[in-house]
Each structure stands twice: as C-alpha cells, then as structure tokens.
C-alpha cells in the first residue's frame, strides 16, 4: 500500500501562486507515475498533470505555462507549482501514484482563487 498526503492547498487572488506538495510512504519504492487531478463539486475529476519515473511530464492545456510538476523520487514527493493561478482553476487537487496495476488517491487539497 502506498500513502499519499497532500499540503499547499488554500486560498489566494487571481495572478496569485500556489505550490502544493504530496508525500508518499508506506509501500512507496518504484512507483511508476504520479500525478495531480481536480475536481470541482458535480463535474468529474479530471487530469491537470503528470510524471513519469523516466523523468517525462505532460499538462492539460488549460495549465500549460502557468504550471509547474516536479518530483523528488529520493524523498517520494511530488510537487505542483501553481503561478498566474486563475478563479477557474479553483477545485479539490488530489494527488495520484500507480505502482504497477495498483493505483493511489490523496485525500485531497481545497484550492480557492478569488478574483
């Protein structure tokens, strides 16, 4: 079992940044790819950026440019970096890792941004 703990989440203005973390432990060793979802009350959670082991990363377009993933394999954290941050981006962010067929949820972090 791999655990994963969120932090950063809060509230800040439009333009403003944010940066939020996710430890993992337990079972943590050779995990595979780890990510940041969102989710907003009634929608979907939805994809905002992931990292490969390999050190490879993707974005949803609505965050290319104004955000940031990063991973610290030696410490099993992984980071999102939030700049230029917008009312629309406003949502739960949960962190995820998969570990072979077995994948992991955060409980989840609140981020507001008013305008």
């Known amino acids: 079992q791999v655990q994963l703990v969120e932090s950063g989440g809060g509230l800040v203005q439009a333009g403003g940044s944010l940066r939020l973390s996710c430890a993992a432990s337990g079972s943590a060793g050779n995990i595979d790819y780890m990510a940041w979802y969102r989710q907003v009350p009634g929608n979907q959670r939805v994809l905002v950026a992931h990292?490969?082991?390999?050190?490879?990363?993707q974005y949803t377009d609505s965050v290319k440019g104004r955000f940031i993933i990063s991973r610290d394999s030696a410490q099993n954290t992984v980071h999102l970096q939030m700049n230029s941050l917008k009312p629309e981006d406003t949502a739960v962010y949960f962190c995820?890792?998969?570990?072979?067929?077995?994948?992991?949820w955060g409980q989840g972090t609140q981020v507001t941004v008013s305008s």
């Open positions: 995820n890792a998969v570990k072979g067929a077995d994948s992991f």
């Open positions: 990292i490969m082991r390999g050190g490879s990363l």
